[in-house]
């Protein structure tokens, strides 16, 4: 199964890492939100996940030599 998931691998950490990041900080409490994640906060964090997600699964790796 692993085998299947590989060729996407790069581009899953690639959407999970920035959103996680983007959300740890919105619940801050230097953050708008404070202690809640904010619309706007929420917002930012998937259109992160998408656009970088997308840039990772385009550029493909380097052939293994």
């Known amino acids: 199964m692993l085998d299947k998931l590989a060729p996407y691998a790069k581009a899953v950490v690639g ?4 959103g996680a990041s983007i959300l740890i900080a919105s619940v801050l409490p230097a953050s708008d939100g404070g202690a809640t994640i904010t619309t706007a906060e929420l917002i ?3 259109c992160t996940c998408v656009i970088t997600a997308a ?5 493909p790796n380097r052939p293994q030599s």
């Not at 959407?15 to 920035?18: E, G, K, M, T």
């Not at 840039?55 to 550029?59: E, K, L, R, S």
Request: hydrophobic letters at 65%.
């Open 44 to 46: 930012t964090a998937v």
């Open 15 to 18: 959407f999970i890492a920035p």
């Open 55 to 59: 840039g990772v699964y385009a550029i």
